[in-house]
């Protein structure tokens, strides 16, 4: 194992060889080098430093170790570091099933990783429907279950879970289904369809026809799962099958997992190149980092080429047969992921950056249509008192500033959020209706489950519920709520999008401290003015702009008042002085 240094003391390649003598001078030995890019390398080198290893196979786990360590600017770059899901039954009375990305040494049995969250999401569906299994964290002991500890939740009465809480499940029976599990996630499903119809056979023999319709669901939800695999040859068993594509500045290696000639695993990732390496080289290196990551035990590779190889697994090049259509299958998925890729890159070329962004935020909000239009309310209060609400309206992904409209609230006495809420928001969009006006795609409500319901209640009364997407967001978490969802969506902290619909909670959340700072400082808040029947607020600003303070408005005249707020209205203020004298 041998390591470059440039001039700063960095690393910039870190690389392997059998003869370190041979394969370092090399670098130095050339006139003319095949790459531009290793020419430069050479140019940079200041430094030289190796580590002897036992064997070929520590050589390339410390190479890949200390490349996703320090990042050398020419080594591959592999753009796929993530830790993989695996399916965790818990070591405990009563196991549960679920998935994780932590393998915790107590004695649980993990099956995986899988190189997709989607495949453990069919899975765990899978076994969810054939089985009634416990999800809560409860201590189901023995003694516990005798002395009556617990009580039957709600999965209980909805046929979710058989209650072993209660004594109404054996562990015997639950332990059986738990072993039908092991053999599912396995990929051992014929094992699993002939125990049930063996199950089901009995059951009609004894004329239980219930409980036999029971495994019959069970067969036929197994075996549909079991069509959705892809079978080759039921003889091709516990075999790693790897595939790659490449062009001027990327590859792209297609990995399947074939268990029982069924393809239980899929995965493509894409290898950035940094010095014109080899298909060869790429293959080897994604191959031993991929094996070491997802904990590989096949004993056998399935390759379009031979490659550099030290731990004794057996590779099967194919020309023919079931093993070839194998390989044409990863060669497939690789080009599909490639063209893919290509036609993303191509779509975010020709977006814009708020498209881009909008985009994405339908994406991860699961919009039927692009928010191009969004609105955004948030509640204001002082200790309680004098509510107010503040509406901030974005287009194209930025604030359109004159379309935002301040509320006082009226209908609502003290501090109550979700009534206020529900009044601004029913205000808001009965006038835009009334009007005509354009609705927004998307309406972003500032707080959680109990706001979010209450501006609900406004588009319910409006007959708008449905017709434009709502979501609140709470601040503590940046959790995501939808309506009647009570399970939050958390969205990538770094993702465009959550920073848009942050973006637009603060800014209304600006708008709002603002106004209600006005209110405090002037005597528009003492004059209780905004209490004046037919007056609103922006009457009060455009008079209080035009005459700085209440005792101005107070000695305006008729017509002065008239010029800013209409004869109707300048009446109305100084019958409401007259009567303040009296």
Same mark, same amino acid.
């Given at each position: 194992?041998?390591?470059?240094?440039?001039?700063?003391?960095?690393?910039?390649?870190?690389?392997?060889?059998?003869?370190?003598?041979?394969?370092?001078?090399?670098?130095?030995?050339?006139?003319?080098?095949?790459?531009?890019?290793?020419?430069?390398?050479?140019?940079?080198?200041?430094?030289?430093?190796?580590?002897?290893?036992?064997?070929?196979?520590?050589?390339?786990?410390?190479?890949?170790?200390?490349?996703?360590?320090?990042?050398?600017?020419?080594?591959?770059?592999?753009?796929?570091?993530?830790?993989?899901?695996?399916?965790?039954?818990?070591?405990?009375?009563?196991?549960?099933?679920?998935?994780?990305?932590?393998?915790?040494?107590?004695?649980?049995?993990?099956?995986?990783?899988?190189?997709?969250?989607?495949?453990?999401?069919?899975?765990?569906?899978?076994?969810?429907?054939?089985?009634?299994?416990r999800n809560c964290k409860l201590s189901l002991?023995?003694?516990?279950?005798?002395?009556?500890?617990?009580?039957?939740?709600?999965?209980?009465?909805?046929?979710?879970?058989?209650?072993?809480?209660?004594?109404?499940?054996?562990?015997?029976?639950?332990?059986?289904?738990?072993?039908?599990?092991? $053999?599912?996630?396995?990929?051992? %499903?014929?094992? +699993? &369809?002939?125990? !049930?119809?063996?199950?089901?056979?009995?059951? /009609? @023999? *004894?004329?239980?026809?219930?409980?036999?319709?029971?495994?019959?669901?069970?067969?036929?939800?197994?075996?549909?799962?079991?069509?959705?695999?892809?079978?080759?040859?039921?003889?091709?068993?516990?075999?790693?099958?790897?595939?790659?594509?490449?062009?001027?500045?990327?590859?792209?290696?297609?990995?399947?997992?074939?268990?029982?000639?069924?393809?239980?695993?899929?995965?493509?990732?894409?290898?950035?190149?940094?010095?014109? $390496?080899?298909?060869?080289?790429? %293959?080897?290196? +994604? &191959?031993?980092? !991929?094996?070491?990551?997802?904990?590989?035990? /096949? @004993? *056998?590779?399935?390759?379009?080429?031979?490659?550099?190889?030290?731990?004794?697994?057996?590779?099967?090049?194919?020309?023919?047969?079931?093993?070839?259509?194998?390989?044409?299958?990863?060669?497939?998925?690789?080009?599909?992921?490639?063209?893919?890729?290509?036609?993303?890159?191509?779509?975010?070329?020709?977006?814009?950056?708020?498209?881009?962004?909008?985009?994405?935020?339908?994406?991860?909000?699961?919009?039927?249509?692009?928010?191009?239009?969004?609105?955004?309310?948030?509640?204001?209060?002082?200790?309680?008192?004098?509510?107010?609400?503040?509406?901030?309206?974005?287009?194209?992904?930025?604030?359109?500033?004159?379309?935002?409209?301040?509320?006082?609230?009226?209908?609502?006495?003290?501090?109550?959020?979700?009534?206020?809420?529900?009044?601004?928001?029913?205000?808001?969009?009965?006038?835009?209706?009334?009007?005509?006006?354009?609705?927004?795609?998307?309406?972003?409500?500032?707080?959680?489950?109990?706001?979010?319901?209450?501006?609900?209640?406004?588009?319910?009364?409006?007959?708008?519920?449905?017709?434009?997407?709502?979501?609140?967001?709470?601040?503590?978490?940046?959790?995501?709520?939808?309506?009647?969802?009570?399970?939050?969506?958390?969205?990538?902290?770094?993702?465009?999008?959550?920073?848009?619909?942050?973006?637009?909670?603060?800014?209304?959340?600006?708008?709002?401290?603002t106004f209600h700072r006005q209110l405090r400082?002037?005597?528009?808040?003492?004059?209780?003015?905004?209490?004046?029947?037919?007056?609103?607020?922006?009457?009060?600003?455009?008079?209080?702009?035009?005459?700085?303070?209440?005792?101005?408005?107070?000695?305006?005249?008729?017509?002065?008042?008239?010029?800013?707020?209409?004869?109707?209205?300048?009446?109305?203020?100084?019958?409401?002085?007259?009567?303040?004298?009296?």
């Open positions: 194992m041998y390591q470059f240094f440039d001039k700063g003391g960095g690393i910039i390649y870190i690389g392997k060889a059998k003869n370190l003598k041979k394969r370092v001078s090399s670098y130095f030995k050339k006139k003319i080098y095949d790459s531009y890019k290793v020419k430069i390398l050479v140019e940079r080198i200041a430094n030289l430093k190796w580590i002897v290893v036992a064997s070929e196979s520590d050589a390339l786990l410390l190479e890949n170790t200390l490349i996703k360590k320090h990042q050398p600017k020419y080594n591959i770059l592999l753009k796929d570091d993530k830790t993989y899901p695996w399916i965790c039954i818990k070591n405990e009375p009563f196991p549960r099933v679920f998935s994780t990305r932590t393998v915790i040494k107590d004695g649980s049995s993990y099956f995986g990783p899988y190189t997709s969250a989607f495949a453990v999401k069919v899975l765990l569906d899978l076994i969810r429907q054939l089985y009634q299994l002991t023995d003694e516990n279950i005798t002395k009556a500890k617990y009580k039957v939740c709600l999965e209980y009465h909805l046929g979710n879970c058989q209650g072993p809480c209660v004594g109404k499940q054996s562990l015997e029976s639950y332990m059986e289904s738990i072993n039908q599990i092991k $053999e599912i996630i396995g990929g051992n %499903l014929n094992e +699993v &369809i002939l125990y !049930l119809k063996g199950e089901m056979n009995q059951y /009609s @023999k *004894e004329f239980k026809f219930e409980e036999a319709n029971k495994f019959k669901d069970k067969i036929e939800i197994l075996s549909r799962y079991q069509a959705k695999s892809t079978i080759v040859n039921a003889s091709i068993h516990n075999v790693d099958v790897f595939s790659i594509i490449s062009d001027e500045k990327d590859a792209y290696v297609n990995f399947l997992r074939v268990v029982k000639g069924a393809v239980i695993h899929a995965h493509t990732v894409q290898v950035k190149k940094r010095l014109d $390496e080899s298909d060869e080289e790429l %293959l080897s290196f +994604v &191959i031993n980092d !991929l094996r070491n990551r997802i904990e590989s035990r /096949s @004993k *056998e590779l399935i390759v379009p080429f031979e490659i550099e190889n030290s731990s004794g697994i057996k590779q099967t090049v194919p020309r023919r047969g079931d093993k070839r259509k194998l390989l044409d299958l990863s060669e497939r998925n690789a080009k599909s992921y490639r063209l893919e890729k290509r036609r993303q890159n191509v779509t975010k070329k020709d977006q814009n950056p708020s498209q881009r962004i909008l985009s994405t935020l339908q994406e991860d909000l699961r919009l039927n249509e692009m928010p191009i239009h969004i609105e955004c309310f948030d509640n204001s209060n002082l200790q309680g008192s004098d509510p107010v609400a503040a509406c901030v309206v974005f287009k194209n992904g930025k604030p359109a500033k004159k379309e935002y409209r301040h509320y006082h609230i009226k209908t609502v006495t003290g501090a109550d959020d979700f009534a206020s809420m529900e009044e601004v928001v029913y205000r808001r969009y009965k006038r835009l209706k009334e009007e005509n006006a354009n609705l927004p795609q998307l309406i972003v409500v500032d707080g959680g489950k109990g706001q979010l319901s209450a501006a609900l209640k406004s588009l319910d009364l409006l007959e708008l519920r449905g017709k434009i997407a709502i979501i609140g967001i709470a601040k503590k978490l940046e959790e995501i709520f939808f309506p009647g969802d009570s399970v939050p969506l958390y969205i990538d902290k770094n993702s465009e999008s959550l920073k848009l619909i942050q973006y637009l909670r603060n800014e209304a959340h600006r708008f709002g401290i400082s002037g005597s528009m808040l003492e004059s209780a003015m905004v209490n004046i029947p037919g007056i609103g607020t922006k009457s009060i600003e455009s008079l209080y702009s035009r005459f700085k303070s209440m005792e101005g408005i107070e000695n305006a005249s008729i017509d002065e008042l008239s010029a800013e707020i209409g004869r109707n209205r300048a009446e109305v203020i100084q019958e409401y002085f007259k009567k303040r004298t009296k």
